[in-house]
């Protein structure tokens, strides 16, 4: 049976460089984001390069309901989810004290609920198999407070707080959980940046060190990965 990994958030940034990795040592992905056709172009020239399989679903991971359909969406498939990796999310900077109403519950659905009701709808199956890694894409936000941070921080101290908990409920299971702490990372979220490129992490270094942390034996988990730009935080 062919080895299955699961990436939310999958067309663009850290997302895509994931999904590159690990079609890059032939596992098929299944992927989705808001936008068919840009699944529809990651599958293309995913599938032509690497020579695997990817199965897309356009789905609105802020939306409950859509996160459960991709769930059983992935659950149909043939392959075996040897890796979950609960990255979509969405960043709208802001003070607690004045940011819009309606920010918190945004972010929340995004950055927490999606991960949780993903994890919940295929947990038994990886369960049942005994073996599987989750990987929660949590953030330096996660642990340290920032000024213009609002609603984000707290969605991403919940889940850092969730992925803790993931790791304490599964590990007589056999089921690996880790969380990535990435820093200011060059995606589409810093286009129009006045910082050089370089200034940034390269997505290509996220996605390695998860394949990094994957790779490890069975007698070992990483729990937790903790990056920053050499120069520090932005």
Known sequence: MRKLAVITGATKGIGRAIVQRFAKEGYDIAACSRSEADLMILKELIEEQFNVEVHVSPSDMSDKDEVIAFGTFVRNLTGRVEVLVNNAGVFIPGKIIDEKEGMLEQMIDTN???????????????????????????????????????????????????????????????????????????????????????????????????????????????????????????
Request: charge should be negative; hydrophobic fraction near 40%.
């Open 112 to 234: 927490l609920y999606s991960a949780y009701h993903l994890t919940r709808t295929l947990i038994d199956d990886m369960i049942s198999e005994e073996r599987g890694h989750i990987f929660n894409m949590c953030s330096t936000a996660s642990i340290m407070p920032y000024a213009n941070g609002g609603s984000y921080c707290i969605s991403k101290y919940a889940l850092l707080g969730m992925t803790k908990v993931l790791r304490e409920e599964l590990k007589s299971h056999k089921i690996k959980v880790t969380a990535i702490l990435p820093g200011a990372t060059y995606t589409a979220s810093w286009e129009g940046s006045d910082l050089p490129e370089e200034r940034f992490m390269k997505a290509d270094d996220v996605a390695n060190a998860v394949w990094g942390a994957y790779a490890m034996s069975d007698s070992t988990v990483i729990e937790e990965i903790l990056m920053r730009p050499q120069l520090g935080d932005i």
